[in-house]
Antibody
Framework: QVQLVQSGVEVKKPGASVKVSCKAS????????ISWVRQAPGQGLEWIGW????????SYVQKLQGRVTMTTDTSTSTAYMELRSLRSDDTAVYYC?????????????WGQGSLVTVSS | DIQLTQSPSSLSASVGDRVTITCRAS??????LNWYQQKPEKAPKLLIY???NLQSGVPSRFSGSGSGTDFTLTISSLQPEDFATYYC?????????FGQGTKLEIK
C-alpha cells in the first residue's frame, strides 16, 4: 500500500534551518511528483511547492523563494524540504503529498505531517 | 495567482441532512478542482478530484459538480463521521491554492 512517512517534530530558533523528510513506499517513486503543503496552527492549508521525482524540476510559492529548497533521493525514495532563515510565522505542520497527475493534478496520498515550531 | 473562496466558512447540520459547500475561483480553472476532508490532528484526505470524480473508497454520498469558476461539494445524507473541515483546491496553475476551509459541525 502507498505510504508517505515523514520525519518527526522539530523545534528551531529564529534564523535556523530545518529539513523535513518524506519517505515513500508502495509505488514507483519516480512516477509521481511530491508537493509540500503547510498548515499554521488553527489555519488553513497552504501549498508551498512541488518537485518532480523524475528529473528534479521544482516550483515554489513566490513568498518562500530563496528560503526553500526541495530535493529527492531516488535511491531511498525520499523527498526533502529544507526551509532556511526560519521565522515565527513558519511555525506549522508540514505535509508531503503525492502529486497524481491523471486526469488532473491532485494530492491522493499524504504524509502524517511534521510539526515545525520556531521559537526563541 | 488564483484565489479560491469557500462558503460558508462554517456550517451546523444534523445527521441525515443534505449539505452543500461552494467554492468560487477568481479565474476560470476549467475542471481542475479537488476537494479534501480534514479531521482534527490528521492529514487531509482526497474526496473528489477533477471536479466530480469520487476518489476510491470514498462513500457515494459525496459528490462534486461545477466548471469554470463555480463549484460545489454535496453530501447527500450526513453521517457522524462527516463532521470535519472541507477544503477545495485548484490544480489549474501553480501556485496551487486552497480555499480557506468550511468547518462542518454537529447541530
Amino acid at each position: 500500500q502507498v505510504q508517505l512517512v515523514q520525519s518527526g517534530v522539530e523545534v528551531k530558533k529564529p534564523g535556523a534551518s530545518v529539513k523535513v523528510s518524506c519517505k515513500a513506499s508502495g509505488y514507483t517513486f519516480t512516477t509521481f511528483g511530491i508537493s509540500w503543503v503547510r498548515q499554521a496552527p488553527g489555519q488553513g492549508l497552504e501549498w508551498i511547492g512541488w518537485i518532480s521525482t523524475y528529473n528534479g524540476d521544482t516550483s515554489y510559492v513566490q513568498k518562500l523563494q530563496g528560503r526553500v529548497t526541495m530535493t529527492t533521493d531516488t535511491s531511498t525514495s525520499t523527498a526533502y524540504m529544507e526551509l532556511r532563515s526560519l521565522r515565527s510565522d513558519d511555525t506549522a505542520v508540514y505535509y508531503c503529498a503525492r502529486d497524481h497527475l491523471y486526469p488532473k493534478p491532485n494530492f491522493d496520498y499524504w504524509g502524517q505531517g511534521s510539526l515545525v515550531t520556531v521559537s526563541s | 495567482d488564483i484565489q479560491l473562496t469557500q462558503s460558508p466558512s462554517s456550517l451546523s447540520a444534523s445527521v441525515g441532512d443534505r449539505v452543500t459547500i461552494t467554492c468560487r475561483a477568481s479565474h476560470s480553472i476549467s475542471d481542475y478542482l479537488n476537494w479534501y476532508q480534514q479531521k482534527p490532528e490528521k492529514a487531509p484526505k482526497l474526496l473528489i478530484y477533477a471536479t466530480s470524480n469520487l476518489q476510491s473508497g470514498v462513500p457515494s454520498r459525496f459528490s462534486g459538480s461545477g466548471s469554470g469558476t463555480d463549484f460545489t461539494l454535496t453530501i447527500s445524507s450526513l453521517q457522524p463521521e462527516d463532521f470535519a473541515t472541507y477544503y477545495c483546491q485548484q490544480s489549474y496553475s501553480t501556485p496551487y491554492s486552497f480555499g480557506q476551509g468550511t468547518k462542518l459541525e454537529i447541530k
